[in-house]
């Protein structure tokens, strides 16, 4: 069974500094990983997408690395901003299944603040 | 392109009853997946279809059920409501393919409440 763990649980920042969240996956049969973003009572917007031939993948202010080896992603973010306060989510889509699912972490909140 | 409608955003039902929820998907995506979200468990898989068939369920009850239909919208109707279904309930489409380049994408959500 895939089990996502994400670390840490909450995260507190003041504006400008640069963050790296923490993903980690059981099972390395994945199609990709996923990096979202889910604002309170929100539904999620799809961050960046690895597939599990890549290493990386960047947008913006935003690079996710993925070591499918060793079963960890992270999540980098540069000069963070107020509002990049949301909670971030990663999910594995596993390849066994014999269907496409993902398999979500509980989420890093992040706080960024003024 | 309009993106994952879901409908209702807002319901209140009580312990008993059962719900209906739509998912109208992205025009030319084959998939539904509905997925629910609660403070404790967090985002749970409860089943995808791909062109009227389910090719999957999570570990739901089976009062937890749904359907696709030809143009591809979807429903998931949840009988004898519990105070524990109270939940968001995410839909998200995409093409299907089972490959590395499939990406979902989500609606703004249904949100249950359960009294």
């Known amino acids: 069974k895939q089990e996502v763990t994400q670390i840490p649980a909450a995260l507190s920042v003041p504006e400008g500094e640069n963050l790296v969240l923490n993903c980690s996956f059981t099972d390395s049969a994945i199609y990709n990983l996923q990096w979202f973003r889910q604002d309170p009572g929100k539904g999620l917007t799809s961050l960046l997408l690895?597939?599990?031939?890549?290493r990386e993948q960047t947008s913006g202010r935003l690079n996710a690395s993925l070591d499918k080896s060793s079963g960890r992603s992270t999540l980098y973010i540069a000069a963070s901003q107020p509002g990049d306060s949301a909670t971030y989510l990663c999910?594995?889509?596993?390849?066994?299944?014999?269907?496409?699912?993902?398999?979500f972490g509980k989420g890093t909140k992040l706080s960024v603040i003024p | 392109k309009a993106g994952v409608t879901q409908t209702p955003r807002y319901l209140i039902k009580t312990r008993g009853q059962q719900v209906t929820l739509s998912c109208s998907p992205i025009?030319?995506?084959?998939?539904v997946s509905w997925y629910q979200q609660t403070p404790g468990q967090g985002l749970q898989f409860l089943f995808e279809?791909?062109?009227?068939?389910?090719?999957n369920k999570g570990n739901f009850p089976g009062r937890f059920s749904g359907r696709q239909f030809s143009n591809s919208r979807s429903e998931m109707n949840v009988s004898t409501l519990e105070l524990g279904d109270s939940a968001l309930y995410l839909c998200?489409?995409?093409?299907?393919?089972?490959?590395?380049?499939?990406?979902?994408?989500f609606g703004a959500g249904s949100r249950l409440t359960v009294l």
């Open positions: 999910a594995v889509a596993y390849s066994g299944a014999g269907s496409y699912q993902l398999t």
């Open positions: 690895i597939q599990s031939s890549q």
């Open positions: 279809y791909f062109s009227e068939t389910q090719r």
């Open positions: 025009s030319g995506h084959r998939s």
């Open positions: 998200a489409s995409s093409a299907g393919s089972l490959s590395g380049a499939n990406v979902l994408t």
